[in-house]
């Protein structure tokens, strides 16, 4: 059984709302897997991808599943059932390292998160809705997928893979009014993914959000490094950066972008130098932090090993000249 400390006071306030939660389950991802009710729960959930995902609210300092008509203020995130993937049941910490890695050392919105244990000893992801506003009401939120305006009927099964992070700044910079900031924002994620490896980063991971009039870009979510399961490119969109803008001599002799890629992309999409250079200047090496955290994480020694390799590999290719 793993063992699994009290939620600290900063996850109960940021994760519950600031109510007393046990990490522990009272059912079985096992009998999940089998049972009519995860069919269920998984149709009831409107958030997108291809891991299992449940809806969740906390009763009686106890997370438990949504039943039908109530609505969910939480996601679990189980280790996929698939289990081709050898190293699946490390995907929830790789999941909560990577999320913790981005908004504790690079200052990234994220959705509140954390971990929890099913009562057969499985690692969970949790994560808070933060399309559930404080009221039970749900606040307007569209994927990109949708604000780009690719589906399945015109862009074949894998639409979502379709296009590129440029295809997602025109969207910015159109539907939010705020659009230079939420644009660094956008800039930051992208870059932050490239660095930590999370190849499935397309247009269904990341969405716009309504706050009061007007829409912003929503927190980041799904981060994870991908590389530590699969081998997969670099970035989670078929087009990469942009179509409109030529590669470093670097990017096209080894097929991976180094900074001067992401310096010519930022300048694409409306940051000027000195912001995208203060931003990008945090990705030249790998913080203490991020270390601290990459060892205190639920993911075995090896690997951790592994997760800074691919990092650490990155980061080389970032700073090339």
């Not at 609210?57 to 949504?66: A, E, F, H, Q, T």
């Not at 009401?137 to 074949?156: L, P």
């Amino acid at each position: 059984m793993i063992e699994m400390p009290a939620y600290s006071p900063r996850v109960l306030k940021t994760l519950f709302f600031g109510k007393q939660v046990s990490p522990y389950l009272d059912f079985s991802i096992k009998g999940l897997n089998k049972s009519g009710e995860a069919i269920a729960a998984a149709q009831r959930i409107s958030v997108s991808g291809v891991q299992e995902k449940f809806p969740a609210v906390i009763d009686g300092g106890k997370i438990r599943l949504s039943q039908d008509g109530e609505r969910s203020t939480h996601i679990l995130k189980p280790a996929p059932w698939d289990e081709t993937i050898a190293t699946r049941r490390h995907i929830p910490a790789n999941e909560h390292l990577t999320m913790q890695i981005a908004s504790r050392v690079y200052g990234i919105q994220t959705a509140a998160n954390g971990l929890c244990v099913s009562s057969d000893g499985q690692l969970v992801y949790i994560t808070r809705r933060f399309d559930i506003l404080p009221d039970g009401a749900k606040a307007e939120m569209e994927d990109f997928a949708s604000v780009c305006g690719r589906n399945e009927q015109t862009d074949g099964t894998h639409f979502k893979y379709s296009g590129t992070y440029e295809d997602i700044a025109v969207g910015i910079r159109k539907y939010v009014s705020s659009w230079m900031v939420d644009m660094e924002r956008f800039f930051d994620l992208v870059v932050f993914n490239y660095i930590y490896g999370n190849g499935d980063d397309h247009l269904k991971n990341f969405s716009l959000i309504r706050q009061g009039e007007e829409y912003r870009l929503a927190p980041a979510y799904d981060l994870l490094n991908t590389s530590l399961h699969v081998h997969g490119d670099d970035f989670g969109l078929d087009g990469g950066l942009s179509l409109n803008m030529f590669r470093s001599d670097e990017y096209d002799r080894t097929g991976h972008p180094c900074r001067a890629d992401f310096d010519q992309f930022a300048s694409l999409i409306g940051i000027v130098p000195v912001r995208s250079a203060k931003i990008l200047d945090r990705y030249m090496t790998i913080p203490e932090e991020t270390l601290s955290l990459l060892h205190e994480s639920f993911l075995p020694e090896k690997m951790q090993r592994s997760y800074l390799r691919i990092v650490k590999e990155r980061v080389s290719r970032f700073c090339r000249v």
